[in-house]
């Protein structure tokens, strides 16, 4: 047999990762493991200074282009659940991605990796809604790639898109920018695309129709970005929901987040979905939600132009940036009191995305 | 239930699908199959003026620069073989289609599909790889993402990689710029990936040391573009090998292609190995290696420089663009004769790449 010694040599398990010796699906859950993996495993790999950032997005320049340039697999079983699909999801997660760092996104890759028995009539839906949701979020696609695997190694449809998008010049919105005093915006009701994708998974229903928020938000950051280009921060809080996005942000920023909890918009279906599952809001997966840190002067404009966007009619301040208890989100509870909103280690529900 | 008949709405199939109306392994083989589908199913869906190119990466202008973007999913079995990884691939594979448009890659996005309970060991001798190749390739990876799904629903690991790079100003290199007169050049001996991967998948030996000829392409272009920036075709022959890879070059160009059969170069271990198992060495796949469509007159100066680079030195010229049977290669054969080189199916050994 040739020698292959070169690409079996040995990798040894960094510390923090040997608890979990082989992959478990919190790995894959964008919370503590998933963190993990990232810092032990592919950055001493391959990492660079753009990867180390840890936002949705990179911002490189190239020709002398500002750009974002992001990627998502999208695993999300099923295939099609109330209010989207995971075509929706493939263009919306990448647009999304991309619109965090304040870009304008322009152009999709597309690659698939099929079942091989899948039918095609599956895969051809799953293409279409991918086509509707890339024009309606305004990006074309424009590449792609198709692998098939054997029967017992997929799951019908995987879908992985990249996505490159324009950075307005006089926008530097990431992570690292939160500044005690900030406003912590978020645009929307929480928790409806985790709760609609397992009402379909385990066949329940919660009494009202809850779909998912799946939607390119894109157009909604421009609209911010129209009143001042002076935004710190963007997140979209998919896996690990509300709850992972403020906990990345506090440990990158080295703020506080002070939560007023009762100000969190959450849909009575998912608080009643929640309460009865045992499932907590906060750490529940959005697809067309973002959260926005704010200067305060900027603030208040900031949330007129996003209630009159239709994203964003629903938009709310819902704590504030602080100087005490850096990288942690405290939340001040209806009740009065205060609890510490800890990152999620996984998520709550595998393969939400 | 909620409803979600927007989302399941009918998908039929088109007439050249209904042969085959689930995923079948030659989907995913990049031949005729493969081509349907894009055909048939995607570019109807989400198809636009880029993606109907039908080449390795697209060419696209963001902020006045002028980019090349590509992806590619990488599902190789084994993870490890003779000379590379998959790791090897997903940044060889990527470059090689951005360096075919004559850019300069730059940038790398890398997304983990891995399966619950694989060894942290491998994902992370997968990821070392990745890390050197792209060293290696003058790439940096700069945005990533990790899906985990069930045991029983992937194979270890699958990566995807999308890239950008920049043209320079004044080439223009796609399929479609094949013009007769222009001599056909490959950079070296042909099939060593594809019996790489089938002889440590099947166990078997062919007497001599056969290793993968995955490298990065995008320094070989370069020394080809410095002779002149006119070049009018490069392509990677990786799935479907050298036959699929001149069939497109012919079908997209509206030119033929007469091959000399005998001036391609087959290592001599190549050939062993395909008349034993019963393979044409004109359908394995390569990932080092390119076909190169270049105007006569330019054709000995950049065959030379071809040679004067390490990934080029067995260069050869292998035949010559011409008028006559427009969309079809055909075979000088040693004996004298002719035989049309016909695109391939499927591929000759799923999961290649």
């Known amino acids: 047999m040739t020698d292959i010694t070169a690409d079996t040599a040995g990798w040894s398990c ?17 919370g503590a493991l998933s963190a993990e993996l990232t810092r032990h495993l592919f950055l001493p790999a391959y990492g660079g200074e753009a990867l180390e950032g840890l936002t949705d997005s990179a911002a490189v320049t190239l020709g002398g282009a500002r750009l974002a340039f ?6 999300v079983r099923p295939l099609f659940f109330p209010g989207g699909s995971i075509g929706d999801l493939a263009v919306n997660g990448t647009v999304n991605d991309l619109a965090m760092s304040g870009a304008v996104p322009a152009y999709l890759s597309c690659a698939f990796i099929l ?13 279409q809604a991918l086509g509707a949701a890339a024009r309606a979020a305004d990006v074309t696609v424009v590449t792609g790639d198709t692998k098939v695997v054997d029967s017992g190694h997929g799951d019908g449809v995987y879908v992985n898109t990249a996505g490159i998008g324009l950075i307005p010049e006089g926008v530097d919105i990431r992570p690292r920018r939160a500044r005690p005093g900030d406003a912590v915006i978020v645009s929307g009701p929480i928790g409806q695309h985790g709760i609609a994708v397992l009402s379909v998974r385990e066949g329940l229903t919660f009494g009202t129709e809850l779909v998912s928020d799946t939607a390119p938000l894109a157009g909604l950051v421009r609209a911010m970005l129209a009143v001042t280009p002076d935004i710190h921060v963007l997140r979209d809080p998919t896996r690990g929901g509300l709850a992972a996005a403020l906990n990345e942000i506090a440990t990158a920023s080295g703020t506080g987040v002070a939560l007023d909890e009762a100000a ?4 009575d279906a998912v608080a009643t979905a929640c309460a009865l599952l045992g499932l907590d809001p906060m750490y529940m997966a959005n697809e067309g939600r973002l959260v926005a840190f704010v200067p ?53 529900l595998p393969r939400i995305c």
């Open 264 to 267: 969190v918009p959450v849909p």
């Open 296 to 348: 305060r002067p900027q603030a208040e404009m900031v949330l007129e132009a996003m209630r009159a966007h239709p994203l964003g009619h629903e938009a709310a301040v819902i704590g504030v940036c602080v100087a005490e208890h850096p990288g942690m989100v405290v939340a001040r509870t209806g009740l009065g009191g205060t609890r510490i909103v800890d990152p999620p280690l996984g998520e709550q």
């Open 115 to 127: 079942e091989e028995g899948t039918e095609l009539s599956t895969v051809g839906r799953v293409a």
């Open 14 to 30: 960094p510390a923090p990762l040997r608890d979990h010796p082989v992959v478990v699906m919190g790995h894959g859950g964008g």
């Open 70 to 75: 992001s990627t998502d697999s999208y695993v």
